[in-house]
């Protein structure tokens, strides 16, 4: 069983920064493939970052490329997002998710492939 517990959200101001951390426990944390999604309220949950197994590959969704930076510490079972510039928009609940099942280099960019949860950090950005 994985256990996955965010932190780091908070109220920004526009233009502001944050850093989100998810660490961890159980399981072998250098064999998943990991992302963060987030869901505004009224929204459907949505892909944010992903991170291959490997820590080679990441991919972002269009909305927050060159803004949001995702990494990880094998060390620490810890997974980053760096989020920068941010803007209201980004306001929403930020989830960290592992997946087990992905390969050495492939990232994960849908919910489903994921299986493990985190409880969610709020994140809300002022204007």
């Known amino acids: 069983q994985v256990q996955l517990v965010e932190s780091g959200g908070g109220l920004v101001q526009a233009g502001g920064s944050l850093r989100l951390s998810c660490v961890a426990s159980?399981?072998?944390?250098?064999?998943?493939?990991l992302g963060w999604f987030r869901q505004a309220p009224g929204k459907q949950r949505e892909f944010v970052a992903a991170l291959s197994r490997g820590g080679r590959r990441t991919d972002y969704a269009d909305s927050v490329e060159g803004r949001f930076a995702i990494s990880r510490d094998n060390a620490k079972n810890t997974v980053f997002l760096q989020m920068n510039s941010l803007k209201p928009e980004d306001t929403a609940i930020y989830y960290c998710?592992?997946?087990?099942?992905?390969?050495?280099?492939?990232?994960?960019?849908?919910?489903?492939?994921?299986?493990?949860w985190g409880q969610g950090t709020q994140v809300t950005v002022s204007s």
């Open positions: 998710a592992a997946d087990l099942r992905s390969s050495y280099w492939r990232t994960s960019l849908y919910a489903n492939d994921y299986d493990y």
């Open positions: 159980g399981g072998t944390f250098s064999h998943y493939a």
